[in-house]
């Protein structure tokens, strides 16, 4: 089993990861687990084990009940947990990946996102429904987020690697990928993020 698989940290520790962190980390290691292939897991590992160390924490994962654990890093010892440095428990952070009442997030996040796409293509047509397709694979895929809670950084990442590269657009496409994005927003009655930068190729 290598869905916790770190190397730790020799530096110190914070008191406790902030909760901000607590959620990447486990976006992180459903995406590995989801990963169509090694390579892509262990990629989503790497970048998951490096915020982990960015706090002096590691990641252990405690099969009995499906549970990743995030201890500090001064607690381990040959990669595990060594009873007598532990002072207070309550800095660890231990994640459920499954279990009854764990609802499967990814799945909720595409059911939402999947809406938002045909209401976009239903009000304003084909174009611009695949573009907010492509945003919704995106936020889905890479972040497992609700297209209408995109930060300004992630539209900019989109806009400029993903949506070039990956959706394979069409110059029609690529013209309106900016209304498009006003219109995902616009469809889940939301608003764009401060700092986004769409208007200049807005109608």
């Known amino acids: 089993m290598t869905d916790a698989e770190s190397n730790g ?3 110190g520790s914070a008191e406790k ?34 915020l982990l160390q960015e ?21 381990m010892a040959d990669g595990t947990a060594q009873l007598d440095r532990i002072e207070d428990p ?3 952070s231990e994640i459920t990946l499954s279990g009854p009442g764990d609802p499967d997030r990814y799945d909720e996040v595409e059911t939402h996102n999947a809406e938002i796409v045909e209401a976009v293509a239903d009000q304003y047509g084909a174009v611009h429904g695949a573009n907010a397709r ?12 609700r297209v209408d809670r995109a ?46 930068q769409l208007s200049e190729e807005l109608e």
């Not at 390579?39 to 998951?48: G, I, V």
């Not at 706090?55 to 607690?75: I, K, M, N």
């Not at 694979?137 to 972040?143: K, L, P, T």
């Open 90 to 92: 309550d800095r660890a």
């Open 9 to 11: 940290n020799d530096g």
């Open 55 to 75: 706090y002096g924490f590691a990641p252990r994962y405690r099969e009995s009940d499906d549970t990743l654990v995030c201890y500090p890093s001064e607690w």
């Open 134 to 145: 492509a945003f919704a694979d995106f936020m889905g895929n890479h972040y497992v987020k």
């Open 151 to 196: 930060t300004a950084d992630e539209i900019a990442e989109f806009r400029e690697e993903y949506f070039p590269r990956n959706a394979w657009p069409s110059d029609e496409q690529r013209d309106r990928i900016a209304q498009s994005l006003s219109y995902v927003f616009e469809a889940a009655d939301g608003s764009l993020p401060p700092g986004t």
């Open 17 to 50: 990861l902030p909760e901000a962190t607590v959620d990447e980390v486990e976006r992180l290691t459903r995406l590995a687990r989801r990963a169509s292939d090694d390579d892509e897991a262990a990629l989503y590992r790497r970048e998951r084990d490096r």
